[in-house]
């Protein structure tokens, strides 16, 4: 169960770079942990920190203006490559709870959908201009509001954005999917049944 | 009591309007939609590897347990070491962890798995097709991007995060948005010495790393047909790095050819059934796709990555690009960002850049077509460059080494090893190390996937042997002639 979101305003990190991958939001070698035990303290690890675990202090959530982002506004095609959902319990335990982009990885985009993480999409040049302001600032706050479907930003720009309605209620109300699922048994039973039947070389 | 107030599901026989390949096999697994929003598909297989302890964690949590076990199948792939075959031998004591770890899950859910000392044991995407349990018509799903890969025989198989994983261990269902459809046609003939990684990396490069997200693609046209399974497999396989959802082959006799006999497989009056329905899931003539892609399949050449994304890949004949000639600002950005990783010049001729490691495995390319494409290029030949050759299951080891594969590797001084993700996602202990630059057969040049600062050049089996040959990346044909391989 994912807590509900609503709307929420906080601190945006711009992060410049198209594709974007897993990789980069959390090195395979972190993957190991359980979640209880905090995957924040990974987040683009290999961005952040040099081998000496020093801070890069060029990377953006090394910058005193970012350190407590909670949003991070980024490039085309963010999250692309493995499935790792450590990527999300990354991004979400570090405290970020929306990133909007012009474009995910659709593997990452699910995931963020079932951790209660909102991706949000808008066309590239509304985002580079998001990014150009946050940089800019000093204003660097950013609202994201599920009920009205927007985000708004420096200097009281509002973007529409789209969801799928089905995800937006699950968000909104912290929908357990697996729970939602148990209601639909009597109609997988059915298929299952007619299926077979009609599939008998996969039985196993 | 099986008499459900639902109607029966039959649906309308749709005659008149053609549908593609990916449309006939979704459909026939919706089992619930909405007015608007995803359906609720049925998923027929699942595989899955150490990864899984999250699923399993929150199956636990819950209460919940595993709904059919027989549509499960685990192996242990992304930890294992690949010189030994305990979770003892693992590349640290966390690592060992992983792999007993994913042993008592699969004996709590009660899941079929073939174990690290099973000689089924293998890379997952490798062991669905080979043991017969990837079959044309399937939706298939693995907590693992690349198992698109699956898509070759003609099913939709996908990758999935954990969370996902769970409620498909939970359902044998999942919420899921129906793609976009995009047909890649690959049109004329590859030439000699081109293989089905060049094509693949040669359609990455056109349509770019995110060319086809939110979409299913169908690879069609004569370079598709004519080619065999493993190399179907390699295609399908990188869809993901297109962005792709899946990426399917259409089933053809080369696929069942492929399929029948396989200890997984339907046999007998099963086995007609089947292949009665497979013969109808190709895409109907005239059948509308969202997208279309052509690719000039004669124009394609041995391919080499030179940045830190699968689509900055350029034939083996010509040079690291310029940024400053790029006129998209985020292009040129991304570019300079990648060179300077890579320690690359602009400029350089890629057959130039000297390499100091050589990968040859992955679930892209350790099959034994791929373990003998490499050997044909290393037979009478030394590696000037230390490398690892990882076979993609211990039944492709086992062929391997029947056919003397094995021989020609180690003559050539290089590691013949247990199978596994290995080195590809190096998370079994098994990487480059910082600044050494590797030419891989993996599928996945992303900065720090080989190891921290690592710098990766993917390309073909046979290119990785020929660079093993020669020290730098080298256009296998200058190596063995344009008839070979």
């Not at chain 1, 801070?55 to 953006?60: A, D, K, L, R, T």
């Not at chain 2, 995803?38 to 590897?49: F, G, K, T, V």
Request: hydrophobic share 40%.
């Amino acid at each position: 169960m994912t807590t509900a979101f609503i709307c929420e305003t906080g601190v945006a990190a711009p992060l410049e770079g198209r594709n974007i991958d897993t990789d980069q939001i959390i090195p395979a070698r972190f993957l190991k942990a359980d979640k209880q035990q905090g995957y924040g303290q990974y987040l683009f690890h290999d961005l952040r920190f040099d081998q000496a675990h020093n801070e890069h202090p060029g990377f953006v959530l090394n910058q005193a203006d970012f350190r407590q982002a909670r949003v991070l506004v980024t490039d085309a095609n963010f999250g692309c490559g493995s499935s790792r959902e450590g990527a999300v319990y990354a991004l979400h335990d570090y405290g970020v709870r929306a990133v909007i982009a012009p474009s995910f990885g659709d593997i990452f985009y699910n995931n963020c959908l079932k951790n209660g993480l909102i991706p949000v999409q808008l066309e590239e040049p509304v985002v580079d201009r998001l990014r150009s302001r946050l940089h800019a600032g000093p204003d660097r706050l950013v609202t994201v509001d599920l009920e009205r479907l927007e985000i708004r930003g420096p200097g009281n720009e509002t973007h529409a954005f789209r969801i799928d309605p089905f995800w937006r209620e699950c968000l909104m109300k912290g929908i357990d999917e697996i729970g939602l699922t148990m209601g639909y048994l009597k109609d997988i039973e059915a298929f299952e049944h007619t299926y077979r039947a009609e599939m008998p070389w996969l039985q196993r | 009591m099986f008499r459900h107030c639902r109607e029966p599901d039959v649906k309308p026989v749709v005659g008149t309007t053609p549908a593609s390949m990916f449309d006939k096999v979704w459909n026939r697994h919706v089992v619930a939609e909405r007015a608007t929003g995803p359906a609720l598909l049925y998923i027929d297989q699942n595989l899955i590897h150490e990864g899984s302890f999250h699923a399993f964690a929150e199956l636990r949590r819950r209460g919940l347990s595993v709904r059919h076990p027989a549509q499960i199948l685990g192996t242990p792939d992304h930890y294992v070491p690949t010189h030994a075959r305990t979770a003892d031998a693992a590349g640290s004591p966390e690592i060992g962890r992983m792999i007993r770890q994913f042993d008592s899950n699969m004996a709590w859910g009660g899941v079929p798995n073939f174990p690290l000392r099973d000689v089924r044991q293998g890379i997952v995407h490798v062991i669905g097709p080979e043991q017969g349990i990837t079959l044309p018509g399937m939706v298939l799903v693995c907590s693992d991007s690349h198992t698109s890969t699956h898509g070759a025989l003609g099913a939709i198989a996908f990758g999935i995060g954990q969370s996902e994983n769970a409620h498909v261990l939970a359902t044998q269902t999942l919420w899921q948005k129906r793609p976009a459809t995009m047909r890649i046609t690959v049109n004329g003939r590859r030439t000699d010495g081109v293989a089905a990684k060049d094509v693949i990396l040669a359609i990455i490069r056109q349509i770019g790393a995110g060319g086809a997200s939110g979409h299913a693609i169908e690879y069609a046209g004569p370079v598709i047909a004519a080619m065999s399974i493993e190399e179907r497999l390699t295609v399908c396989n990188m869809s993901i790095e297109a962005g792709a959802r899946c990426g399917m082959g259409a089933p053809d006799e080369t696929t069942f050819k492929y399929i029948e006999g396989r200890p997984y497989a339907p046999r007998g009056q099963a086995w007609q059934a089947a292949l009665r329905y497979w013969r109808t899931l190709a895409s109907d003539p005239g059948a509308a796709f969202d997208r279309e892609v052509v690719v000039d399949g004669d124009a394609i050449r041995p391919m080499v990555t030179w940045g830190t994304s699968p689509d900055q890949a350029v034939p083996i004949d010509g040079r690291v690009p310029d940024p400053s000639a790029m006129t998209d600002p985020h292009v040129r950005s991304t570019a300079q960002a990648a060179l300077s990783y890579m320690g690359l010049t602009p400029g350089t001729r890629l057959a130039e850049v000297p390499i100091d490691y050589i990968f040859i495995g992955s679930c892209t390319n350790s099959r034994i077509e791929d373990l003998r494409e490499a050997a044909r290029v290393l037979q009478g030949r030394r590696a000037v460059v230390p490398g690892m050759v990882v076979p993609g299951s211990g039944l492709v080891k086992r062929e391997a080494e029947a056919e003397g594969l094995d021989r020609i590797f180690i003559d050539a001084g290089l590691k013949w090893l247990d199978s596994g993700c290995s080195m590809c996602a190096a998370m079994n202990g098994d990487v480059v190390k910082p600044y050494q630059r590797c030419a891989s057969t993996s599928n996945r040049n992303f900065v720090g996937r080989q190891g921290p600062q690592a710098r990766t050049h993917l390309l073909s089996p046979a290119m990785a042997a020929a660079a093993a040959v020669t020290g730098h990346l080298t256009d296998v044909r200058d190596l063995v002639g344009a008839n070979t391989p």
